[in-house]
């Protein structure tokens, strides 16, 4: 039995269906919105599922950070080096995606009962953005997968295991979800629709990611739909509508965009005294399209709060360290800034402000830099750490003592309950204006949209080239799950990854330098091709062929390069 079933069971399980059925229900706004709820709860469970989540392995994976992590944090060293050590990792991607893609299939299907108009517009654009979403990680980590456009109509439909699809059917059925809500849904102003909420901005926003990284990954010159194609003009123009009438904008100061810069953390925190105040998810017009999260849950009763703080927090000794270490909060230690960032950077923009503001370097900011090292057993420290998605923390009132975790918003600063584990509130950014000016500049190779993000950070204008605008998503965009992507569609990662090797960095209670673990990264990278292992459970669900030429073959296929040579036991010097 496929595993997406599950899914359509907790979905059709829901209080509302006791009463209704698919020929009366929805029909009211109310009863629209109950409908999309079970939907956007997708995105919960999407991202709940850390470690084997789209935005850590992509983070991972990428050539600005190091898995790191404790000693026995052996998933988050794995995927760093390219490897494997569960060879059922990507086990929670697959069930948390295909239960959200059969939440979206079984709620359009219903939502045609809505009566024509905006709001039928506006429910069926925002589950086709997020069911488009859904199929565009699983298909950039796992390749060909199966793909499930419509809710089974009987049982022994839903019973069958679908066939893994070829992935440029994926990719037509994303553009084709992504093309039908941008042009169907409602221009409402980015203010005029409740933070969190799918529009058709983030709809236009969405097509122009997927179009440059399917047309730059498999080198084609448009992006297939259904009937038809979307052209480099076509996503171009998708763009413009946005710039010119969503409403969105760049906010004055880049670094009042991270939780740092809140009003109660930056008292007491030197570098950010100066800074404007962070502006508040919710109220912040450079984001596009969020997770909302709130603090205080946890993956048991209330898995609503935002676990990649805690995953990218410094792992460090005890609590007392971490004044040393403020405004930096408490965490597992994954993703440890390479070296080689900071460096190369510094090079291409010495006077750029984004640096400091993105990357909390321990020696330039941390008291009793030298004491900083190797706690709790840390693998793959560098000492440099990303100031983004991370734990923040904050004085409170008596000025002694110091919160574990902060959720950078002043109205949980006097929570009585504070819990390092799952105390961050901040939403996590899919799309904000920043990235959709840059594919803009990319699409069109045009430099007005480059040279405006550069001329928030204070740097002077410069000549549209590729190689401008890739340093400028880098730089601009670090830390927010998009540069395992870029490196991917602009074919560099094998020619990147490999830099890592030689890089310092203090492994348990010793310097060592970065080398190959099992296999050289940039190997790994050209045998694989960036995607990761099909996790074993599905493959043995999905059974084999019983007849026919492919008798006795497994129905869902291992990935290239994800044989016993790729397996992860430890790090080793």
Same mark, same amino acid.
């Given at each position: 039995?496929?595993?997406?079933?599950?899914?359509?069971?907790?979905?059709?399980?829901?209080?509302? /269906?006791?009463?209704?059925?698919?020929?009366?229900?929805?029909?009211?706004?109310?009863?629209?919105?109950?409908?999309?709820?079970?939907?956007?709860?997708?995105?919960?469970?999407?991202?709940?599922?850390?470690?084997?989540?789209?935005?850590?392995?992509?983070?991972?994976?990428?050539?600005?950070?190091?898995?790191?992590?404790?000693?026995?944090?052996?998933?988050?060293?794995?995927?760093?080096?390219?490897?494997?050590?569960?060879?059922?990792?990507?086990?929670?991607?697959?069930?948390?995606?295909?239960?959200?893609?059969?939440?979206?299939?079984?709620?359009?299907?219903?939502?045609?009962?809505?009566?024509?108009?905006?709001?039928?517009?506006?429910?069926?654009?925002?589950?086709?953005?997020?069911?488009?979403?859904?199929?565009?990680?699983?298909?950039?980590?796992?390749?060909?997968?199966?793909?499930?456009?419509?809710?089974?109509?009987?049982?022994?439909?839903?019973?069958?295991?679908?066939?893994?699809?070829?992935?440029?059917?994926?990719?037509?059925?994303?553009?084709?979800?992504?093309?039908?809500?941008?042009?169907?849904?409602?221009?409402? +102003?980015?203010?005029? @629709? !409740?933070?969190?909420?799918?529009?058709?901005?983030?709809?236009?926003?969405?097509?122009?990611?997927?179009?440059?990284? %399917?047309?730059?990954? %498999?080198?084609?010159?448009?992006?297939?739909?259904?009937?038809?194609?979307? !052209?480099?003009?076509?996503?171009?123009?998708?763009?413009?509508?946005?710039?010119?009438?969503?409403?969105?904008?760049?906010?004055?100061?880049?670094?009042?965009?991270?939780?740092?810069?809140?009003?109660?953390?930056?008292?007491?925190?030197?570098?950010?005294?100066?800074?404007?105040?962070?502006?508040?998810?919710?109220?912040?017009?450079? *984001?596009?399209?969020?997770?909302?999260?709130?603090? *205080?849950?946890?993956?048991?009763?209330?898995?609503?709060?935002?676990?990649?703080?805690?995953?990218?927090?410094?792992?460090?000794?005890?609590?007392?360290? %971490?004044?040393?270490?403020?405004?930096?909060?408490?965490?597992?230690?994954?993703?440890?800034?390479?070296?080689?960032?900071?460096?190369?950077?510094?090079?291409?923009?010495?006077?750029?402000?984004?640096?400091?503001?993105?990357? /909390?370097?321990?020696?330039?900011?941390?008291?009793?830099?030298?004491?900083?090292?190797?706690?709790?057993?840390?693998?793959?420290?560098?000492?440099?750490?990303?100031?983004?998605? @991370?734990?923040?923390?904050? /004085?409170?009132?008596?000025?002694?003592?110091?919160?574990? %975790?902060?959720?950078?918003?002043?109205?949980?600063?006097?929570?009585?309950?504070?819990?390092?584990? *799952?105390?961050?509130?901040?939403?996590?950014?899919?799309?904000?204006?920043?990235?959709?000016?840059?594919?803009?500049?990319?699409?069109?190779?045009?430099?007005?949209?480059?040279?405006?993000?550069?001329?928030?950070?204070?740097?002077?204008? @410069?000549?549209?080239?590729?190689?401008?605008?890739?340093?400028?998503?880098?730089?601009?965009?670090?830390?927010?799950?998009?540069?395992?992507?870029?490196?991917?569609?602009?074919?560099?990662?094998?020619?990147?990854?490999?830099?890592?090797?030689?890089?310092?960095?203090?492994?348990?209670?010793?310097? +060592?330098?970065?080398?190959?673990?099992?296999?050289?990264?940039?190997?790994?990278?050209?045998?694989?091709?960036?995607?990761?292992?099909?996790?074993?459970?599905?493959?043995?669900?999905?059974?084999?062929?019983?007849?026919?030429?492919?008798?006795?073959?497994?129905?869902? +296929?291992?990935?290239?390069?994800?044989?016993?040579?790729?397996?992860?036991?430890?790090?080793?010097?």
């Amino acid at each position: 039995m496929f595993p997406v079933l599950s899914g359509c069971e907790d979905f059709l399980d829901t209080k509302s /269906y006791t009463t209704k059925d698919s020929s009366s229900f929805p029909k009211t706004a109310d009863d629209a919105n109950q409908m999309v709820v079970g939907v956007y709860n997708s995105l919960t469970r999407m991202t709940n599922s850390v470690m084997s989540s789209y935005f850590l392995i992509s983070e991972l994976a990428c050539d600005d950070r190091f898995g790191g992590g404790g000693y026995n944090d052996k998933e988050s060293q794995a995927l760093g080096h390219l490897l494997y050590s569960n060879d059922n990792h990507t086990n929670s991607l697959w069930s948390s995606h295909y239960t959200g893609i059969a939440r979206c299939n079984a709620a359009i299907a219903a939502l045609d009962n809505l009566d024509e108009g905006n709001l039928k517009n506006q429910k069926i654009g925002e589950v086709r953005i997020i069911r488009a979403l859904l199929y565009f990680e699983l298909v950039q980590i796992l390749g060909d997968v199966p793909l499930m456009k419509a809710a089974p109509e009987n049982v022994q439909e839903a019973m069958e295991s679908p066939l893994p699809a070829p992935q440029e059917e994926i990719y037509k059925f994303i553009a084709t979800d992504l093309w039908e809500a941008y042009n169907s849904m409602p221009a409402s +102003k980015w203010n005029a @629709v !409740t933070s969190g909420t799918a529009t058709k901005w983030a709809a236009a926003g969405l097509l122009a990611r997927v179009w440059l990284f %399917y047309t730059g990954f %498999y080198q084609k010159d448009a992006l297939p739909m259904e009937n038809g194609q979307v !052209t480099r003009e076509q996503a171009a123009a998708a763009l413009k509508d946005l710039m010119d009438n969503s409403g969105h904008s760049l906010v004055p100061d880049f670094r009042s965009l991270w939780p740092y810069s809140n009003s109660v953390t930056k008292k007491n925190y030197e570098y950010a005294k100066s800074i404007p105040d962070w502006i508040k998810d919710g109220n912040n017009p450079e *984001h596009i399209f969020v997770k909302k999260m709130v603090p *205080h849950g946890s993956w048991q009763s209330n898995p609503q709060c935002n676990e990649y703080a805690l995953f990218f927090g410094i792992r460090n000794g005890p609590q007392t360290s %971490y004044k040393d270490l403020f405004p930096m909060g408490q965490g597992w230690g994954m993703g440890p800034v390479n070296t080689i960032l900071w460096d190369e950077w510094e090079a291409d923009e010495p006077n750029d402000l984004r640096r400091q503001g993105s990357i /909390y370097n321990q020696e330039l900011e941390a008291k009793n830099y030298e004491k900083q090292w190797g706690a709790d057993r840390m693998v793959e420290e560098t000492g440099l750490w990303q100031k983004k998605v @991370v734990a923040t923390t904050a /004085y409170k009132p008596n000025g002694t003592d110091l919160w574990n %975790y902060f959720t950078s918003d002043p109205a949980y600063y006097n929570v009585p309950n504070d819990n390092f584990q *799952h105390g961050c509130g901040t939403d996590l950014i899919f799309l904000r204006y920043a990235d959709v000016l840059l594919m803009h500049s990319e699409l069109t190779k045009t430099a007005d949209g480059m040279n405006a993000v550069r001329a928030r950070a204070k740097l002077p204008a @410069v000549a549209y080239s590729d190689a401008a605008l890739r340093k400028e998503r880098r730089y601009e965009l670090a830390f927010e799950g998009l540069r395992w992507g870029d490196i991917r569609r602009w074919h560099i990662a094998d020619q990147v990854l490999p830099k890592m090797y030689g890089v310092k960095i203090f492994n348990e209670t010793q310097f +060592k330098t970065m080398k190959p673990q099992v296999a050289n990264i940039g190997d790994r990278y050209k045998a694989t091709k960036g995607f990761f292992m099909m996790p074993r459970t599905q493959i043995e669900l999905a059974g084999k062929f019983l007849e026919g030429p492919q008798t006795g073959q497994n129905k869902i +296929k291992q990935n290239a390069g994800w044989g016993t040579e790729a397996l992860f036991v430890q790090w080793t010097d």
